[in-house]
């Protein structure tokens, strides 16, 4: 009675997380078509004609502040501080603050800069708090009550913005229920290895995706820099919450709420950079998985409360939980062992179920790298048999990303919301000290790579080959992971 009771619950918990798999794929495949129409019509001309009718207007020029919050970033602030002294702006209408929360040579580089450009008249102002309370939201906060902008450009100290910037973004504002705006994001090393090909790719199948939720006029989750925000929409929603970890996230989510329009702008571009080391990739995406079931959770019943037509609620669901889906996904893995022993695989219930289950990643996976490598834009055609190898790679890098996600979702679940662990970029990445939580998810993965591995032996065992696919790729995903972490490990013994 117990065998079959835990039998029951298995499959049900299987059968749940892939009829979910179902509906956000299909909700996927609805806004790629959109993004692709978009393109089709030619993004660049479809802004210029929405410039030309409701944003445009060369004398609309309202006063703007540029907040550049940084912590510990010797590396970069110096050529992030050059970079926003090149926008072109009026320079009576346009204020600079470097919003500094270091506690290393960053405060001395950065004043240092400041000071050079102030003496050459640039509006720009140094602020340093004496501690990191709410971390970089709390150094939001803190910046906004000195700055004096009708509108606030905010760039993290990894980005380097266009010249343009302010010229192409500020007059969308003259439509005074936009409430705050988001624009494309490249990345510098996207081609330094798998790992950051991956990550851009991610992160471009995400902004191909924006295009087409913008479009529809769906709820987005938008990031927190190279982004504009109208200072009275933030002082309307009571700014930054700084017990959030993805305060962006939560402030767009209240924004759309409140019924704010947001502008998504692709074609304006700041370049950026994609952490390189494997440890910084696996402790940044546990922070982002945890703040986005946190925030996905605490506004749940808004969105329900939230009228709305069916179509847009379901896209709001499938957006603010795809972080749950993808920790779901870890889920599945953990089951793959117990499945061999408590589920019937001859019965044909169970064999449809997965096979629509496999058919629906390689459709997720297809139509995943066609926007990713759409929002990444890599011009690169390779051969057919690259490409499914690629495709394969690509598929199985998120599983030890479900694993991250589904690691921060059970300590948000613990209550661990406000712990921000920043993400070294560039050669800072060689001398930073990861914290603990990096050691608990490098064993986590050891720990899953081996338990795949046994949940293999037990499918050939039990002659339920049906399963073998996805440990398969579970041990493939992982195994990528484990072998980069050793060299890494071997390359830090090697610097000491």
């Known amino acids: 009675m117990l065998l079959g009771l835990l039998s029951f619950f298995v499959q049900a918990v299987f059968f749940v997380v892939v009829a979910y798999f179902a509906l956000y794929v299909l909700l996927e495949l609805r806004i790629l078509f959109i993004s692709r129409r978009v393109e089709q019509r030619k993004l660049t001309e479809l802004t210029e004609a929405v410039q030309s009718s409701s944003c445009v207007g060369d004398d609309y020029k ?69 501690d990191r309370q709410g971390y970089k939201a709390g150094n939001l906060v803190h910046g906004i009550r000195q700055a004096s902008g009708a509108f606030f450009a905010i760039f993290d100290a990894d980005f380097v913005p266009p010249p343009d910037f302010l010229l192409k973004t500020i007059p969308c504002f003259r439509d005074p229920r936009l409430g705050f705006l988001q624009t494309g994001i490249g990345y510098e090393n996207k081609n330094k290895s798998f790992l950051t090909c991956f990550q851009a790719m991610e992160m471009g199948h995400q902004q191909y995706v924006t295009v087409g939720l913008s479009e529809d006029g769906d709820m987005a989750s938008l990031s927190g820099s190279s982004c504009v925000w109208r200072k009275s929409c933030i002082e309307a929603l009571g700014g930054w919450n700084t017990a959030m970890v993805t305060e962006d996230v939560d402030l767009g989510y209240r924004a759309q709420f409140g019924e704010w329009k947001y502008a998504y702008l692709r074609d304006v571009v700041s370049m950026s950079l ?25 506004h749940v019943r808004q969105m329900l409360h939230q009228r709305m037509p069916l179509m847009k609620r379901l896209h709001a669901i499938s957006m603010m939980f795809s972080s749950v889906l993808l920790a779901s996904i870890y889920v599945l ?43 990444a834009r890599l011009d690169e055609k390779p051969g057919v048999l690259r490409t499914l190898w690629g495709i394969y790679l690509y598929i199985a890098m998120f599983l030890p990303m479900a694993w991250y996600y589904f690691a921060g979702g059970i300590r948000a679940l613990l209550g661990v919301h406000g712990e921000f662990n920043r993400t070294p970029k560039g050669m800072d990445e060689r001398r930073a000290r990861m914290p603990r939580i990096n050691m608990i998810l490098l064993a986590g993965e050891l720990f899953t790579f081996i338990y795949s591995t046994l949940a293999i032996l037990a499918a050939v065992q039990k002659g339920n080959y049906f399963l073998i696919p996805l440990n398969f790729t579970v041990c493939v995903g992982f195994g990528m992971i484990l072998f980069w972490s050793w060299r890494e490990i071997r390359g830090n013994e090697r610097a000491t």
């Open 333 to 375: 893995v953990l089951l793959s062992l117990p499945l061999n022993y408590l589920v019937d695989f001859d019965s044909a219930n169970t064999q449809w179920v997965l096979l629509a289950f496999f058919g629906l990643v390689a459709v997720w996976g297809l139509d995943n790298v066609f926007g990713a490598r759409k929002g």
């Open 274 to 298: 994609l952490p390189e080391s494997v440890s910084a990739f696996r402790v940044q995406r546990e922070r982002w998985g945890r703040g986005l079931i946190h925030s996905g959770f605490k």
């Open 62 to 130: 309202p006063s703007v502040s540029v907040l550049l919050p940084v912590h510990n970033e010797s590396f970069v602030v110096e050529r992030l501080i050059d970079a926003v002294c090149q926008l072109r702006y009026p320079a009576d209408m346009l204020e600079i603050l470097v919003l500094d929360d270091s506690s290393d040579d960053t405060s001395r580089l950065a004043r240092t800069q400041v000071e050079q450009y102030a003496a050459r008249g640039v509006n720009i102002r140094y602020i340093c708090r004496h």
